[in-house]
């Protein structure tokens, strides 16, 4: 076979690859009779620091659950919806799904880009009043999805800002597609990274004034973990420094129906936002979709790239190159949530999630910590001070038996902090409570 | 606002993108007034075409149909699934889709590789006797989505190989990740890609002793579109190739389902193929799923990187990353389809299909054609020798009012080919051979 590489060519590609091969020789993954191909591992993936958090907070729920076996273990850790869909929604998905087994009901694919009716309810219920055209509405199956795949759109290039402490995915994503530099252990942080600090004494909002410009900035509002919501002010201030850098914001609103106060719902609610913005969301914590799987993003057509070129183009075009659309019954789910009874019902679970947010802010406020966010979001975020998050995640853990998420997961200012989720049954919130008064009074 | 940037800066970086837009002041779709953002497009974005030429079909397809509103179109195009669901598996989503309205049948994010008794059954099923375990097997949304994943995964310094003529995912999610060069219209050719060509005379097998190395091939068998399907000792002479070059094979097995000879249906029946081999299979084409969306990826743990790090590690990782699971309700599904009753009635549609491609293969035969593929895949590619293949495209369209896919869009190699779906109806197949008979005989 001629165009199969001889013996020499194959020890050149061999020893070119060398010194990585020993760099790895004390790997215990490494079996060294075994055949191996000659690709190298993707320097990004080599940069991914190995343990994504919450799939390292899961192993430890499971080693203290094989520890303790008849314990009542308390989940407040991952956003898990635990409620029950409103049935107006899941009648929707099953006449969907028993269509499908119809001549007259069945259909294949659809738009990659979604169904018109989903895009229109969305810009209808959530941008009625801002402008924003269906046609720029994508469907997908969840904002981690969408994050990775706007990452995928804006490419290695780009200069990214994120929150800190924020949802790891963010960071994730931009290591995979090589946005970054290596991983630095002493500053738990990556290279080429801007950590906006956000803590307490800045309201969680970070000072834009000692802010370096990138290209890209994350911003989730309300935010996980910290349960912040951003006001209208800042919003206002986020979109002028925005303009002046020239810079996009990728503004997730994942957590929006929280929202009961005045602070805006959509980036798009401050006047030139949808010059510089885009905006994911989702109907996981909106209506319970975690497993069902929803989400969708907003690229409006007046963002541009520096050339002129419409973003909107290229998303369109790599949403359609990298997948096949959405589910058809997910998405009759979707339009089903849209709908004025759709909408009643969920507002219901939205704030049966707030009120246990509130008690949880309660114990912790009566114990005598600082506990923030949670008015606006599903999330708490209390303050351990002079505590490392993993040592107090441990202790809850060990002693309560509730499962939390350590605040340092999310990024070096998180360090102190735990993050406690309120999307739980009643039941569960108030034994929490009291193992948490146990525990710290 | 001191971090924000000055107008001289400003200045500054709107001039080092001055060729840039320069060379873009004759698109239409540049706004001299408009604000512009100063984050550079992507240049792997700039790379692809800007027309997915799929798209393109469905942008003629209307077109046709505006100007002949009357007229009855026969949909032979996309590979879109026409028959029902059995209602055997449909149950099985709607009885999910309704438990999810109850505390006890709620549930929210499932396991991101997919849920443990689907990757069973998929192991099982289709991999009983070739020693795939479960933990091997990742779902996901589709095939398109494990695609543009696996290529994220790869990253941009490998290099790739793809069957020409071949389903247009491959090339596409490489140019995206920033594999190839630019594309050259004379060639029709992205570069930096090794086109295996594949025609009559090779039996649409490519002639490996000619090919060059790649780190990466992309194998799809049934091929789409010719509708070939290697045989065992083709499949053997590939994985010979790769194991000594080094190269892994990403096996595109969304059509296995359709073969009904000795062929082998999954690539890890050829011994050694687990060291170099990833396999990607759909219930898309299988069980009528196009619009349900499901499909999965097998990474076996011996698929070793040149340092010996597990690709399945990585894959795992960035699953995790990428990915907040697949829709509970597709899972559902997926599962019912393996039951042995589900997979009766699959049968059913898939022999009603294939009946389809016969009759579609009878046809040009009797015309005089050449038809290759049909046999063991719903897809048959029709050869018309001193034709283009978008000029038999518009002659069909606009004098047999039916939509076919030109074969050049599949790469250089399909040009004077034209791909026939049967994924119709029976009527539609034989309305279709009645007016291409009047066309061509």
């Not at 929604?89 to 006449?95: A, Q």
């Not at 850098?245 to 805006?264: E, H, L, R, T």
């Not at 006047?271 to 979709?289: L, R, T």
């Amino acid at each position: 076979m001629v165009g199969a590489l001889d013996f020499l060519e194959r020890a050149r590609i061999l020893a070119r690859n060398l010194p990585e091969m020993q760099s790895n020789l004390n790997f215990p993954w490494l079996i060294y009779n075994a055949y191996k191909t000659m690709v190298r591992r993707n320097v990004n993936m080599e940069k991914l620091k190995d343990d994504y958090f919450l799939t390292n907070i899961s192993r430890r729920q499971s080693a203290h659950l094989q520890k303790f076996p008849d314990t009542k273990l308390i989940n407040l850790g991952i956003g898990d919806t635990t409620m029950p869909i409103p049935k107006s929604i899941t009648s929707s998905m099953v006449e969907r799904a028993d269509a499908l087994s119809t001549i007259e009901g069945y259909s294949g694919y659809g738009p990659e880009q979604g169904e018109k009716a989903l895009k229109d309810a969305i810009a209808n219920t959530f941008y009625g009043d801002l402008g924003i055209k269906s046609s720029e509405v994508f469907i997908s199956d969840g904002s981690q999805t969408d994050i990775s795949r706007l990452q995928l759109l804006l490419g290695s290039s780009v200069s990214i800002a994120v929150q800190d402490p924020s949802y790891p995915a963010y960071v994730d994503t931009g290591v995979v597609v090589g946005q970054t530099n290596v991983f630095q252990e002493s500053e738990g942080k990556y290279g080429n990274i801007e950590y906006m600090k956000c803590f307490a004494d800045n309201d969680f909002f970070p000072d834009l004034s000692t802010a370096s410009r990138t290209d890209i900035i994350f911003f989730c509002s309300p935010n996980n973990p910290t349960g912040s919501t951003a006001t209208r002010e800042q919003l206002a201030q986020l979109v002028e420094f925005s303009r002046k850098n020239g810079s996009i914001i990728v503004y997730d609103a994942a957590y929006a129906a929280y929202i009961s106060d005045d602070c805006p719902r959509s980036i798009f609610e401050i006047p030139g936002a949808k010059e510089v913005a885009i905006e994911i969301s989702s109907f996981s914590k909106f209506a319970g979709f975690t497993g069902v799987r929803l989400g969708w993003t907003v690229v409006p057509s007046e963002l541009l790239y520096s050339n002129g070129f419409p973003v909107i183009k290229d998303f369109d075009r790599l949403v359609c190159t990298c997948s096949n659309g959405t589910s058809n019954i997910s998405q009759a789910g979707g339009l089903a949530c849209l709908s004025p009874e759709g909408l009643k019902s969920i507002q219901t679970i939205i704030d049966f999630y707030k009120e246990n947010a509130r008690l949880i802010i309660e114990i912790f406020t009566s114990l005598g910590f600082k506990a923030y966010g949670g008015k606006n979001a599903p999330y708490v975020w209390v303050h351990f001070p002079g505590k490392r998050s993993w040592d107090v995640f441990t202790e809850i853990l060990e002693k309560a038996h509730i499962v939390t998420i350590p605040g340092s997961g999310f990024g070096p200012c998180g360090q102190g902090y735990i993050r406690f989720s309120s999307f739980a049954r009643r039941e569960d919130i108030i034994e929490a409570s009291w193992r948490l008064k146990n525990l710290y009074s």
